[in-house]
């Protein structure tokens, strides 16, 4: 019985994920062939190899995290903006299990990613996986809540963009704690866990309290 | 056997339901009502979908099958792939799925778009591959939300079959205001206007309800009308022009009495109260 409700779980992500056709590549694109092109290029166009791992380091910084929303955002779109969600939330209350395991699904390929610039290059960014594991929950979970408190998916997408954008760079004193996206890769034990696990635990009771209202019609 | 017990549900400003109370066992059932009259807020309530604040609903525990006003979605899937989701959704065995489906598909003649694209199916087999949806896994109870809107005569002549064809066992709820709609196929009529139940019988005891209150009076004596009284039509007779009045009080002498009965004046009185 128990067997049976994760396989469902496991069904019902797949056909979410199948039902964004053609755009369900992007993310694959992007993180499979145009991250690791870019530090081919990077390396091609003679740069050191450890300017290049810091390059690198920043590419892997901007572009993944964010496309952690995208699958979730995307793949239950319906549940959350669509014409069918009024049916779809009679059958089902919670698509809580279901987005973790696609988030899971994403967080798999960015292993891949890592795996790949190890066996290529012998750029080793495991040492930060808890970080990127942090900061692609934290864009998952913060646009997720998002689209369950408006009811859209447009909104999160471009509160994203526009964090990228603004907040990527942001070294200034002070600001620090705003930016997920630490540019450059921390230096001792303290700068690898702290304020990740505050961020990480926020994200998850925000997710969780979100998803409440996601409940209601 | 759905058993609804003093149901209220106030929205910021409006009350939606005001003590609504009704017990229905197997059958098909019309819910008859104006727009705004609480129609769809009682369907979900019943689903599950918004809470209430008072009051009972109880389903002895039977599947619930829905189909809503809005239905349109997974425009990427395939109607197959569209009715496996529902099917995994619903918790039906993944070994009687291909049975279901298909046997679904076939009661709302859609067997021939199970590989369309749901994006290429017009409003009328989207609304159809809702009903297959509703009906999916034998619910024993189903709840259809104005469910021939959107469909052309001959789909609504098919879908009044479908109910013949599936209604053994269940509970059918009928959510429209088309009163034609009903009258057809429904067992029973409820009547909700401003969230309340004030009309539960079947149709002809509905056509009762309007029995010798029509009358026909010539354009113009409509002050001569007193009492609740309701002016239904326009009609052009003998090259005169009447009014089609339902009244509870007669009519003076020169008015001229019409058999009245039908269903639909019986809903209008009973919404008029006269």
């Not at chain 1, 303290?190 to 994200?203: M, N």
């Amino acid at each position: 019985m128990r067997f049976e409700k994760y396989l469902n779980s496991l069904i019902i992500s797949k056909m979410a994920l199948k039902s964004l056709g053609k755009l369900f590549f992007v993310p694959q694109i992007f993180m499979l062939i145009l991250a690791p092109i870019a530090t081919y290029l990077e390396l091609l166009s003679g740069s050191s190899y450890p300017l290049c791992y810091l390059a690198s380091y920043i590419i892997l910084q901007v572009l993944c995290p964010f496309f952690s929303l995208w699958w979730p955002l995307l793949g239950f779109r319906e549940h959350i903006e669509g014409g069918g969600r009024e049916t779809l939330l009679a059958y089902k209350k919670s698509i809580l299990r279901e987005l973790i395991e696609v988030f899971i699904f994403y967080f798999l390929h960015f292993i891949l990613l890592l795996l790949f610039y190890l066996l290529c290059w012998d750029f080793n960014y495991f040492p930060y996986l808890f970080i990127f594991l942090t900061q692609s929950f934290a864009f998952f979970s913060l646009s997720l809540s998002l689209a369950f408190l408006l009811k859209s998916i447009s909104v999160p997408f471009i509160v994203g963009i526009i964090y990228e954008i603004f907040f990527m760079g942001a070294k200034a004193p002070g600001l620090d704690f705003i930016n997920m996206l630490s540019s450059y890769p921390p230096e001792d034990a303290a700068g690898l866990f702290l304020p990740y696990v505050f961020i990480l635990s926020a994200c998850i009771i925000i997710l969780t309290l979100a998803h409440l209202r996601f409940r209601r019609l | 056997m759905l058993k609804i017990e003093n149901l209220h549900k106030t929205y910021k400003k409006s009350i939606a339901l005001d003590g609504f109370s009704c017990e229905l066992g197997r059958g098909i059932y019309g819910l008859l009502g104006p727009n705004g009259s609480g129609k769809t807020t009682m369907m979900r309530c019943i689903c599950g979908l918004i809470s209430y604040n008072s009051g009972s609903i109880e389903c002895g525990g039977d599947k619930i099958g829905y189909l809503p006003q809005q239905f349109g979605m997974m425009k990427a899937l395939t109607l197959y792939e569209m009715m496996e989701y529902f099917a995994t959704l619903k918790r039906i065995p993944k070994a009687e799925q291909d049975k279901e489906i298909k046997s679904c598909l076939e009661l709302v003649n859609l067997s021939d778009k199970a590989r369309s694209r749901v994006g290429s199916l017009s409003g009328g087999m989207v609304r159809r591959s809702g009903i297959a949806q509703a009906i999916l896994g034998d619910p024993k109870i189903i709840l259809f939300d104005e469910p021939t809107a959107g469909l052309d005569p001959e789909e609504r002549m098919r879908f009044k079959s479908l109910l013949k064809k599936i209604k053994d066992g269940k509970t059918i709820i009928i959510s429209t205001h088309i009163v034609s709609d009903v009258e057809a196929v429904c067992g029973s009529i409820i009547i909700i206007d401003r969230g309340k139940n004030i009309f539960t019988g079947s149709s002809r005891e509905m056509a009762e309800l309007a029995r010798g209150k029509a009358y026909l009076i010539e354009e113009g004596r409509e002050s001569s009308l007193s009492g609740n009284f309701y002016i239904k039509d326009r009609i052009s007779r003998d090259g005169k022009s009447y009014l089609y009045v339902l009244s509870d009080s007669p009519v003076h002498a020169a008015a001229r009495a019409e058999s009245g009965g039908g269903i639909e004046d019986g809903y209008l009185c009973a919404l008029k109260n006269i």
